[in-house]
């Protein structure tokens, strides 16, 4: 019974983390419900003991599914690409595969970690400052290998999982104000993208815990 239930998402409307799993349900056309998960209310609300049962790391997103809890977006969205393969978001050729996998943990790891709430927090005043450099630094090479990998999207013309960092990312970019001119490439395939239903059905502004005064 248990892995017949409707999936249930542990998400953020802003979280970035949160966005790659939204797009990834929507491209893959998975019904799920979401179980909103404020990081700044109450002290932030991932720190709860209820919330720590779901995910011992408190962090966002997570997913039950198929009677398990995961965490990690990337792990999340692999388990979805194994287990739902159609549309596919991982290239059959390896090489390309590969490509997704550097980009998406160029993102995931090289570039968000550093500027998420939790550094931002222990920054203090010059929160904008630390996220631009760090944004900034990680989107300089970034454009370079997109400059050699992209088609229509970050790896050759099919949307992959590498498409579902960049976005979110971009956003956040955006949010603290970071000069996107110096970056073609990533401000193309980012249009792009926007102009698809999963991405834009994924919105921060068009989520059940959107704040009204930020919803589209």
Same mark, same amino acid.
């Given at each position: 019974?248990?892995?017949?239930?409707?999936?249930? %998402?542990?998400?953020? &409307? #802003? *979280?970035?983390?949160?966005?790659?799993?939204?797009? +990834? =349900?929507?491209?893959? /056309?998975? @019904?799920?419900?979401?179980?909103?998960?404020?990081?700044?209310?109450?002290?932030?609300?991932? %720190?709860?003991?209820? &919330? #720590? *049962?779901?995910?011992?790391?408190?962090?966002?997103? +997570? =997913?039950?599914?198929? /009677?398990? @809890?995961?965490?990690?977006?990337?792990?999340?969205?692999?388990?979805?690409?194994?287990?739902?393969?159609?549309?596919?978001?991982?290239?059959?050729?390896?090489?390309?595969?590969?490509?997704?996998?550097?980009?998406?943990?160029?993102?995931?790891?090289?570039?968000?970690?550093?500027?998420?709430?939790?550094?931002?927090?222990?920054?203090?005043?010059?929160?904008?400052?630390?996220?631009?450099?760090?944004?900034?630094?990680?989107?300089?090479?970034?454009?370079?290998?997109?400059?050699?990998?992209?088609?229509?999207?970050?790896?050759?013309?099919?949307?992959?999982?590498?498409?579902?960092?960049?976005?979110?990312?971009?956003?956040?970019?955006?949010?603290?104000?970071?000069?996107?001119?110096?970056?073609?490439?990533?401000?193309?395939?980012?249009?792009?993208?926007?102009?698809?239903?999963?991405?834009?059905?994924?919105?921060?502004?068009?989520?059940?815990?959107?704040?009204?005064?930020?919803?589209?």
């Amino acid at each position: 019974m248990e892995a017949s239930k409707k999936p249930i %998402l542990y998400s953020y &409307f #802003r *979280s970035s983390c949160s966005w790659r799993v939204r797009i +990834a =349900l929507a491209l893959k /056309g998975i @019904a799920y419900d979401q179980a909103p998960v404020n990081l700044v209310k109450d002290g932030g609300q991932q %720190l709860s003991p209820e &919330f #720590r *049962s779901v995910n011992p790391m408190q962090q966002i997103p +997570a =997913l039950k599914i198929d /009677g398990v @809890a995961l965490s990690q977006s990337l792990a999340i969205i692999e388990y979805l690409e194994e287990t739902r393969p159609n549309p596919r978001i991982l290239p059959q050729d390896p090489k390309k595969r590969a490509q997704v996998r550097m980009i998406s943990d160029h993102i995931a790891s090289g570039i968000q970690p550093l500027q998420n709430l939790n550094v931002l927090q222990q920054i203090g005043e010059k929160k904008q400052e630390w996220a631009q450099h760090c944004i900034t630094r990680g989107f300089e090479a970034l454009e370079q290998i997109l400059q050699e990998t992209s088609g229509c999207y970050c790896v050759g013309d099919e949307v992959s999982m590498a498409d579902l960092c960049l976005v979110p990312q971009v956003y956040n970019a955006e949010r603290f104000k970071v000069d996107l001119v110096p970056y073609p490439t990533i401000r193309r395939i980012n249009q792009a993208l926007l102009e698809l239903e999963a991405f834009q059905t994924s919105h921060p502004s068009r989520q059940p815990d959107t704040p009204p005064e930020m919803r589209a």
